[in-house]
């Protein structure tokens, strides 16, 4: 019998609130998050609570990542977008927390349960923008274009959000979405997950340790930013986690024995810029004519 909390990719939502709220008590936040712990609850703090080797460095991440992302997302209203699109948005709380425009339009997207759920715990809750909430299975994909068609013609500049949701993509899943974002004009930038081969595979190996097993990485590309030219996207901007902690003077926090084979490789140059580039977020813009 399986008994991990983590039974599939959605409840993954959980833990990331449960990281959240735990750089939101730090004295030296990075960001406040304060619906964070209201979402998360027991059963985030119980998801977390059962890895320790996965939460000292997945709250870390989560931090570093949450930066970067509020960054792209605060550059691209100041070139005028008009509308995100947060697809697989989760238990996020960004048009609560973030200074944005009243006329921004954003639209979270997710499956039925968690958009009921998130409905119910913010239900007393005001954004700060103009905030709509879709119950969609993005695997769907006849409902996904159909959605994607409607958006893009009701709006000029839409920033797309997919935080944490490609690398559980299948390689053909992951093209198929890329597509569907390309074929409309509006679709201005998309920021994305990258990890490298080598990073991949150490999720991948230690899946079953760090109580993941329930919710595998299956994006592999064998060239990533290949992958998505071949679909009409480029990197706009490419922001790595590594050199990004490094700007924020946030030291990463890592089960001891990946720590040590840090400390080990950082004595070898290219193993040491290797770990470096490892894990990023990308903003994608479509790619401009030959």
Same mark, same amino acid.
């Given at each position: 019998?399986?008994?991990?909390?983590?039974?599939?990719?959605?409840?993954?939502?959980?833990?990331?609130?449960?990281?959240?709220?735990?750089?939101?008590?730090?004295?030296?936040?990075?960001?406040?998050?304060?619906?964070?712990?209201?979402?998360?609850?027991?059963?985030?703090?119980?998801?977390?609570?059962?890895?320790?080797?996965?939460?000292?460095?997945?709250?870390?991440?989560?931090?570093?990542?949450?930066?970067?992302?509020?960054? =792209?997302?605060?550059?691209?209203?100041?070139?005028?977008?008009?509308?995100?699109?947060?697809?697989?948005?989760?238990?996020?709380?960004?048009?609560?927390?973030?200074?944005?425009?009243?006329?921004?339009?954003?639209?979270?997207?997710?499956?039925?349960?968690?958009?009921?759920?998130?409905?119910?715990?913010?239900?007393?809750?005001?954004?700060?923008?103009?905030?709509?909430?879709?119950?969609?299975?993005?695997?769907?994909?006849?409902?996904?274009?159909? =959605?994607?068609?409607?958006?893009?013609?009701?709006?000029?500049?839409?920033?797309?959000?997919?935080?944490?949701?490609?690398?559980?993509?299948?390689?053909?899943?992951?093209?198929?979405?890329?597509?569907?974002?390309?074929?409309?004009?509006?679709?201005?930038?998309?920021?994305?997950?990258?990890?490298?081969?080598?990073?991949?595979?150490?999720?991948?190996?230690?899946?079953?340790?760090?109580?993941?097993?329930?919710?595998?990485?299956?994006?592999?590309?064998?060239?990533?930013?290949?992958?998505?030219?071949?679909?009409?996207?480029?990197?706009?901007?490419?922001?790595?986690?590594?050199?990004?902690?490094?700007?924020?003077?946030?030291?990463?926090?890592?089960?001891?024995?990946?720590?040590?084979?840090?400390?080990?490789?950082?004595?070898?140059?290219?193993?040491?810029?290797?770990?470096?580039?490892?894990?990023?977020?990308?903003?994608?813009?479509?790619?401009?004519?030959?």
């Amino acid at each position: 019998m399986n008994d991990a909390l983590i039974q599939d990719v959605s409840d993954t939502a959980f833990m990331v609130a449960t990281y959240r709220a735990m750089e939101t008590e730090r004295p030296d936040a990075l960001f406040r998050d304060p619906l964070a712990e209201k979402l998360a609850g027991a059963r985030g703090r119980a998801i977390v609570a059962d890895a320790p080797r996965r939460a000292s460095f997945g709250r870390w991440f989560l931090s570093i990542r949450t930066c970067i992302i509020d960054r =792209f997302i605060e550059s691209a209203l100041a070139e005028g977008f008009d509308t995100v699109l947060n697809l697989g948005a989760g238990l996020d709380t960004r048009p609560y927390r973030m200074d944005l425009p009243k006329s921004l339009h954003w639209i979270e997207v997710d499956y039925p349960k968690i958009i009921d759920f998130k409905d119910q715990c913010l239900a007393g809750e005001t954004a700060r923008c103009r905030l709509e909430r879709v119950k969609l299975d993005l695997a769907d994909d006849g409902a996904r274009r159909e =959605f994607l068609s409607g958006i893009a013609q009701d709006a000029a500049k839409v920033l797309i959000i997919t935080e944490g949701v490609v690398p559980y993509l299948t390689l053909e899943q992951a093209a198929s979405l890329a597509d569907d974002l390309h074929a409309h004009g509006a679709f201005r930038y998309w920021i994305i997950d990258y990890l490298s081969p080598e990073a991949r595979r150490y999720r991948q190996r230690m899946a079953k340790k760090l109580r993941m097993e329930n919710a595998p990485f299956r994006f592999d590309p064998a060239d990533y930013f290949q992958f998505f030219k071949e679909r009409g996207w480029q990197s706009k901007e490419i922001c790595y986690i590594a050199e990004e902690a490094k700007k924020l003077n946030r030291r990463p926090e890592m089960p001891f024995f990946f720590s040590l084979w840090v400390k080990v490789s950082g004595l070898f140059a290219a193993k040491r810029k290797s770990f470096a580039k490892s894990a990023a977020y990308v903003l994608l813009e479509p790619t401009t004519a030959d």
